[in-house]
Structures are given as C-alpha cells and as structure tokens.
C-alpha cells in the first residue's frame, strides 16, 4: 500500500510538469513581447525594460523556466496586475467560497443521486425507474446557467424565501452561510445529480445480478439490507470514480456559478483576471486548478484500493 | 421417518415467448430427514428451478402455478415474504456452484457467515465471531481464528465452497440445497467437499437436496436418486436401484453417455511427428524496483511428441498449466523460452509478422462455444473468415463450409443462422468445423467438451475422433477430466504445478500410475467404483 501510494504520487510529477510547461509557455508563445503584454497598454518603454529584466526575458528559455519553475514551488505567485495584490494573497482569499460551494454541491449530489440511483435500479421498469430517469435527462439537458436564474425567479424574486446573490463567510455564522448557499449548490448539483444517479443505476443493476446478491437473499436478507451491504458496497467503484470526474467537472461549473449568483470565489476571480488580462493570476489559477485535479484523481484511485480489497497495487 | 421437505405437483411456469410452457411440469418428491436426495438432470430440465422455488428465490419472471413445497410441514410457495426470510439460513439453507461469485468480494468471510446470526439471532457481536470461527472449525478450514478475516479472494475455490457451506449450516437447517455445488472445482477438491457435505448431513442428521449433471457425484454421495428431463421427473428411487436397474430409456441414456473410467485397448499411432516441443517454459511476471517479486512459472520444462493422427491429452487440474501449454503451441501467447518445431519449421521464436502465414496449420477449439462465436455474424461469415484471409476465393470458401456443415452433422442451411439460434453441442460442432476450415495439421481441443451435456458431449468426443482419423490430424486434447481422458487420447501427459509428472500411453496411466499425483487425481474422480457406460444400457 506504502509502495503504491510513493509510486502513484511520483507518477504526478510529469503530469504536473508538462502542466508547468504549458502554462509557462502559454505566456511566452502569446503573439507579442510578454513584456509589453504584462506591462499594459498604457506603459513607457522604461517600464517595460523593467519588466522584462525582472522576468528574466533577457535569459534563455530553459533558463527562465528554472527561475520561473521555482518561484512557483515556493508559492511566490507574482503580483497581480490589476489588484495590484500578491497573487498567493488573493488566491486564500477567493479559496473559501469556492471550497465551500463545491463541497455543498457535492454532498447535496452524493446525498440524491445515489439513492435515487439506486432505487431506479431496484425497482428496474417502474414508474419510479421511469420517473427518475426522466428526470436524469432533464438535469443533462438544462445548463447551469438557466437552471440557476430559475432559480432565483421562482425562490428568491417571487417567493422571497432565499437570497438573490451574495456570500458570507463560514466565520460569520453557519447559518447564514448555508442560506446564502443553498440555491448555487443546487443549481450546480442538478446536472451532477442526474448524471451520478444514472451511473449508479447501472452500476447497481450490474451487481443486482450477481450471484452473492442471491446469496445474501438465501440467508434471509432483507431486501434494505441487501441493496446497503451487498449492492451498493460492490457497485461502489464505477460511482465513486465519476463522483472523482463529478469534481473535476465541477471546477468548471463553479465559474458559470459563481459569475450567476456574484459569490467572490476562484471562480469569479477567473473571470475578472481573464477580462482584465491579469496573466499573473491567470497562470497562478490554472496552475492551481491543475494540482486540485491530480489531487482528486489521486484520492479517487486511492479510495478504490480501500473499496474494494481484491484491488492492490 | 419424518419428511423435511416434500414437493407435491409443483409446477412453474415460464413467461409466454419461451419454447415450453413450464420450466418444471407437476413434479413430486420428498427428502427425508438425514438422508440425501440426489436431483440429476441436463442443463434446460428444470432441477435449479426447482430448487429456487422451495427458497423462494425464483426469478421475476417464473411464477409458481400449482403444487406444494411443504418444508417441515410449512408450504414455502404460500408463505409472506417476511415469512420466507426467517426461514431461509434457519430452516433451509442453500449452497451454489461457483464459490467466487456466490460470495461478496468486498465483505471479510467471517462477516458473511455471522450476518446470518446477525439476521437471525440475538447473539452479541463477539458471540457471532466465536460461533462464526466454531463452525469454520466444523467444515474443516484451517487456521479459522485467522482466515475469518479474509476476504474471498485470498481463499481456494475449495475453501470458499467450505466458508459457503459453514454459512449455510451455522444456524443447523433441517434441509441444504446444494445446487452443483462442486461443478466448479478441481476433481481433488470435489471428492473433498462430497465428503464434507456427506459427513454434515450425517453428524448433524441434515436432509440435503443435492443438484447434479454428473453421475459420477452421484454414485458417490445419492441415497435416493430423482432424474429429470424437460421440467418433469423421468424416473425416481433408491441409489442401487436406479444405478444398477434404470428403467427409463432416457435414465438408461444419459448413464450410458457417461465416459468409462476404463480405456478402451488403442493401438500406439506411429507417424511422423506432426509437433516437437522441447523445453519449453512459460514465466509470468516480473521483477522490478518497487514491485514485490511476483513469479509465476506456469509452464517448466515441457518436452512433449505428437504424431500425425495421434490425439496427446494433458490432463491436470485449474493452474497446472495445461492451457498454457497449448496456448504457446498455438502461440497465443509468447513462450519465455524452448523450441516448437512444427514439421521442420521453428514457430516459437517466429516474430508476429511471419507468424501469420503459418497459424492456419495449428488451430483451437474452446471450452465455450458460445463466447467463442461472434453473435452478430452468420455461421457461414464465421466460417469462411479465415480461409478468405488465406487468400480462398468467396465462392471456394462457401463451397467448403457447406461440405464442412455436412461432416459435423449439421444442415447446411445452419450457414445463415446466427449462434444463439443452435444449442450448445451445435455451436461446438460449428467452432470445430470453423478450426477446420482452413485444413490444420494440429488441433488443440481447450477443454472442449467440458461446458456440454454427456449425452451431447459423448456424441462431440465421437465427431472429434472421426475427423482425427479422416484428416490424419494430430490432436492435443487438454482437460481436467479424466473419463473424457481415458476415451478419447491416445497418450497422457499429467501436470501439475507447471510440470509434466507423468506420461505414457493412457491405459498404462490409467491401470499403474507410478507417481502419487496420478493416482490421488483418478482415485478423486467420482463414482470410479460404478460402471458407466458399459453398454449395457441402450
């Protein structure tokens, strides 16, 4: 297990190098001289001089990237241009309202689409099943976008019951945290909900027709019981690698999410960067985001050694 | 004596599309406390359905219609649902076929067999465990303080089929199903579980209702024996009375199919040798800097002859490497080192591309005839594929597959019918005619009749020894079987563990066995003490 664990963590380096690589090169490639580029358009030579020595551009490539390479490894981002801020610094700060949407989105799915999964599977042909998987399609079919001002149409503007916009912070009170919460993380799930409910569905009805389900019914099983301890544990792997997926996914959703409901998440903080061409954040971001999903992949391969004991490495 | 179940008229019926009206037509028999009832029968004649109706366990889609399954009195077809589980792991219990699936993969063995305590008893968490580990004991596992954590994996096929049968009896039911509980094991694992099965149903007086296809098990372990054909019971009574006097033709049949542990006097073929294979070796896994060393040897050292219209069996149990064996030789797969001289021509170190022109000459039938047809192709696309990729013109091809269709018994019509429209004995007589088709020197035969029928498995062995004669093929003959064994080879190679431990013509093999493994394997195989076959039925 040790073993598995230091060989899967050294096969992230290349991964995260070739993603060092291009987030480095995307800035050097950029039609133009970086320099300029980062310097704006309203800078004077002098400055842009400035700039350029204090990249390094005078340097050769390989050269710059070392440089480059260990400023990051360091945590030393940069400056931001347009906040005029320590990019790190903005980071930590835009990294809890986007930590707390995705992790509410996530148990909010988790929490409906293996249920409603499993019980499609169960009762296999049914309205239910039917119902459900109506549903699924919908989910896929709506985008986050529109599912999200339906949603502050219906609850917030005519019902008045949530909150339109806006964010508070974990520290202010959980309360109002989660009330401010409450519609982004479900307009984000619907689409993840329909989705992992679907997989679960097949997944569960692969293992409904296994022969220890049969067993488990022979020793006189009750049926809850059958589908919690011998389907569900079983049928454990296929769905927790597309909740892995889910996550990754999820990154990209929160932008949209985040631009609908103004939550001052790395979400928004994409945004603002990208339009205003703040290419220290930008990199900083990607960079960021890119070591979150080698994470994710990293835990969900790990979580398979622990579901399921006939995998070891 | 007393009855722990009796079926009384119990008929079920399957859903409208099917060929038959009901899978099991107004059936009746009873098994007596103690005493242990043998139903045999071909695969479709309704022996599992009729197990999985006293459990209650049928599938959706079969309904029971008419009839009684009283257990202890209680009609199970009548009983709740609620009332069905408290009877199932206390009153009746039930074993399977196949140890790996029928357990949970992910659950430890110890969890497994104390849920049923958990389901069915008040015991606390620690009694479970002890009772769980008591009964472990019981059946024989060894070490059963520490193999109850493990998981199913880590154990034999013997040993799950023993954590199965701890389950099923933890709780003493008056009535064990066992439904082909020992079909999947190797035949030295078999003879174990018969005994074990055997000494439960004595020690603890359970009656056991025991599926079967094989009449070997049966001579072995029957007290009374029921024989079903097509849903219905062909004929039923005591184990010597229906060995030694079958009435019904069908019984006398399939008794006849199966093959006589005792082979047939066979003249030594000398031909030229048709395969040379010296030294071979086969090694799986590797070494490396942060992989434990996981070496397999599957295959060491093995020299073997075969001539031109000689049939070579090797015989050996699951991983004694036999199938590995002929899958070099048919190279499937790559062997680690060792030469394969096929008639002058060096194949075991022949790259991929060169490779090619020479795969028509060896060719494989498998176990499974229906895996190993393409369903979406007709049998005639299946046929002609690979003597087309010799360079056959279509109309040639066709023309072939037609006299093709014809020497293994079938209507040439068969050509534009697709696999699942045949039975399993026809589509192994299509794979055979499909090796065929391109005129191979060597057929390799991977446990061919294994999956069949004996009545339709004897009738495959006959065709495979007809086309052996016609073609002057050399044949190699792989199976765990020892009754098809001693039919159908001339010579016998067994292995074990990767080695060759014995050669030699097979009625020597069969009447002096020199090495200690041989002789355990023929005195495992079952029933060795009643003759089949003999002839003297039909």
Known sequence: ?313 | MSNVLDVTGLTVRLPGSSDRKNAVENITFSVGAGELVCVVGESGSGKSVTAQAVMGLLPKELKPSEGETKLLGEDTLAATPNRLRDLRGTKMAMIFQEPMTALNPVARVGEQIEEVLEIHTDLSKSQRRARAIEIMDHVHLPDPERMVDSFPHQLSGGQRQRIMIAMALVLDPALLIADEPTTALDVTTQAQILKLVKEMQERRGTGVLFITHDFGVVAEIADRIVVMQHGSIVEQGPRDQILQNPTQPYTQMLMASVPSMKPPQRTPVDGDPAITVRGLNKVYGRTGLLSRDRIVHAAKDIDLDVARGETLGIVGESGSGKSTVARCIARLIDPTSGTINLQGTEIATMRESRLRAIRSRVQIVFQDPYRSLNPRRTIGLSLIEAPMNFGVSREDALREARDLMALVGLQSDALERYPHQFSGGQRQRICIARALAVKPDILIADEAVSALDVSVQAQVLELLDDIRDKYRLAMLFITHDLRVAAQICDRLIVMQNGIVVEQGPTSDVFANPTQEYTQLLLSAAPGTDVEFGSGKAV
């Open chain 1, 1 to 313: 297990m040790l073993s598995y664990l230091i060989k899967r963590i050294l096969a992230t380096i290349p991964v995260m190098l070739f993603v060092a690589v291009f987030i480095f090169l995307l800035l050097r490639l950029t039609p133009g001289d970086p320099a300029a580029m980062l310097a704006g358009d309203f800078a004077n030579d002098a400055q842009i001089a400035e700039i350029r020595a204090k990249l390094g551009l005078d340097e050769p490539l390989w050269k710059q990237f070392g440089l480059w390479i260990s400023d990051m490894l360091r945590f030393e981002l940069g400056e931001s241009f347009y906040y005029k801020k320590e990019v790190s610094e903005l980071i930590l700060s835009r990294i809890e309202p986007t930590l707390s949407l995705s992790l509410l989105t996530i148990i909010f799915t988790v929490l409906i689409a293996v249920p409603l999964g499993t019980i499609a599977a169960y009762k296999q042909g049914s309205w239910m099943d039917r119902g459900i998987m109506g549903f699924s399609v919908l989910g896929f079919s709506l985008p986050v976008f529109v599912i999200g001002y339906g949603l502050i149409y219906v609850f917030s503007v005519q019902l008045g019951w949530l909150p339109v916009q806006g964010y508070a912070r974990i520290a202010d009170g959980v309360g109002e945290w989660l009330y401010r919460l409450i519609l982004p993380a479900i307009a984000l799930s619907v689409i993840f909900v329909a989705f992992i409910a679907r997989m679960t569905r097949t997944s569960v009805l692969e293992v409904l027709g296994e022969d220890y389900i049969r067993t488990a019914r022979a020793k006189g099983q009750t049926e809850s019981r059958v589908l919690m301890r011998h389907a569900l544990r079983n049928a454990a792997v296929p769905i927790v690698t597309v909740i892995g997926l889910a996550i990754a996914i999820l990154i990209g959703g929160v932008v949209v999410t985040e631009s609908v409901f103004t939550i001052p998440g790395l979400g928004l903080l994409t945004v603002e960067a990208v339009l205003n061409r703040d290419f220290p954040t930008i990199q900083a971001v990607i960079l960021f985001f890119s070591v979150v999903y080698v994470l994710i992949n990293l835990a969900v391969d790990v979580s398979y050694t622990l579901l399921d004991p006939r995998i070891r490495y």
